[in-house]
């Protein structure tokens, strides 16, 4: 009977220590569900996410997000003829190898600069979309932003950002191109557009995979926003254009005259460097105020490379190259170190060049210390903040 009560008792255990254990273990199946449920809900939200934005950038432009599933938008022509008010002559901002720019609103009153392609050209349809949405993919605030296209049976069109303030090249020479334009770049002004097309060529060559080659990188093709922020314009185009024999269009297809690298200009060899050289020359343009090319001024001086790179590395004569409306504005120091650069990138032989990402890191300590410099000056009657004016100039010289 004792024995019977004993196994009996047991038994009950047994059982009650079963059915805790089945609890326990359905408990910590639930727990264990829970969390995955709860994690794959999380993971998933984040690569939503991650999809949407593919870009977030905030180093004084604001931040930016750019969708990575945004596409370049495709436009009737229907829609582009009502945008330029019937690509009226009025809105004529431009000509170059492309053709005709016009400014244009659109519908929901975006401003936009629409290229209108010479029918001179023999691209077929579909390597023009293909390079219009390898285009469209790069996004940086240091290139200008393809909106769209249009293809509609023989017309093409793209479709780009507004910029207010136009080419640089404008604002460099404001004699030759435009009437409206009479106040020149200032030092500091130049020295923002200098590290912010570099910026550009950086992402092109150093952020882009593969890299892309401008190969027509030059003063006109560095727009200038409202508040005179570069963008860098019509990288890829070279492919797009037409190739009717001479006039603009022939430096699609060879850069423009003044500003293609030796070694590209005689072997046809392009690499990241050639876009480096062009933009030595760029720095150049923004040094000394001159054009590329002038066959008008005297003997030694119509190129301007070969004028100016043997006194780039000599102190008194970087004085010398320097744009005369410059004067009063700059520190030697800069002007030396902004020379010292532009020599390296025009070096005949690509491999002495720098990468853009070196000719970046030397000009943002330039750019910040003018900032701050300028600051100390118009604060304060810091009078050592300037560069050599006529008078000293000629003391200089003598
Ligand atoms: N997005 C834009 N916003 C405002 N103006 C523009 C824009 N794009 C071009 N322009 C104007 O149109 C002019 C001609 O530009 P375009 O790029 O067609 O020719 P280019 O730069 O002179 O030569 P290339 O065809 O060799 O690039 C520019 O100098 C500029 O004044
Ligand atoms: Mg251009």
């Given at each position: 009977m004792e024995a019977e009560k004993g196994y009996k008792n047991k038994e009950r255990i047994t059982l009650v220590a079963i059915v805790v254990l089945a609890s326990v273990a359905v408990a910590s199946l639930l727990v264990a569900f829970s969390y995955y449920c709860y994690i794959r809900n999380k993971v998933s939200k984040r690569l939503k996410s991650n999809k949407m934005v593919a870009f977030v950038e905030n180093d004084g432009f604001g931040s930016l997000q750019v969708s990575s599933e945004r596409g370049p938008l495709v436009f009737t022509f229907k829609q582009l003829h009502s945008a330029t008010g019937g690509f009226s002559k009025s809105n004529v901002v431009g000509h170059g190898g492309f053709g005709l720019v016009y400014r244009g609103v659109l519908n929901d009153g975006t401003k936009v600069a629409i290229k209108f392609m010479d029918q001179a050209g023999k691209q077929g349809e579909e390597e023009f979309k293909m390079e219009v949405e390898l285009l469209s993919r790069l996004h940086s605030p240091y290139l200008l932003d393809l909106i769209g296209y249009c293809s509609d049976n023989n017309h093409k069109l793209l479709v780009y950002e507004f910029v207010a303030?136009?080419?640089l090249q404008e604002h460099l020479y404001p004699a030759r191109v435009s009437s409206t334009v009479n106040v020149k770049l200032d030092w500091e002004t130049r020295l923002r557009i200098a590290l912010e097309a570099a910026k550009g060529l950086e992402y092109l060559h150093e952020h882009v995979n593969p890299p892309v080659i401008h190969r027509d990188f030059k003063s006109s093709n560095i727009l200038l926003d409202k508040d005179f922020h570069a963008k860098v314009s019509d990288f890829g185009l070279a492919k797009l254009g037409s190739d009717k024999a001479g006039g603009h269009v022939s430096t699609r297809v060879l850069g423009t005259q003044g500003y293609v690298a030796p070694e590209y200009a005689l072997?046809?060899?392009?690499?990241t460097k050639s876009d480096v050289y062009s933009y030595g020359v760029v720095l150049l343009e923004l040094l000394t105020?001159?054009?590329?090319?002038?066959?008008?001024?005297?003997p030694g001086e119509g190129v301007l490379v070969s004028w100016a790179l043997p006194r780039l590395t000599d102190r008194e004569k970087v004085v010398q190259i320097?744009?005369?409306?410059?004067?009063?504005?700059?520190?030697m120091k800069e002007a030396i170190q902004v020379a010292a650069i532009a020599a390296m990138c025009v070096q005949p032989e690509a491999d002495y060049r720098p990468l853009m990402a070196d000719v970046v890191q030397s000009l943002v300590p330039l750019v910040k210390s003018h900032r701050s410099s300028s600051k100390v000056a118009s604060s304060s009657s810091f009078h050592s903040v300037r560069s050599p004016t006529a008078r000293d100039l000629s003391k200089a010289v003598v």
């Open positions: 303030n136009g080419g072997t046809g060899h392009l690499t105020g001159r054009v590329p090319v002038d066959m008008k001024r005297p320097m744009d005369p409306a410059l004067e009063g504005q700059y520190l």
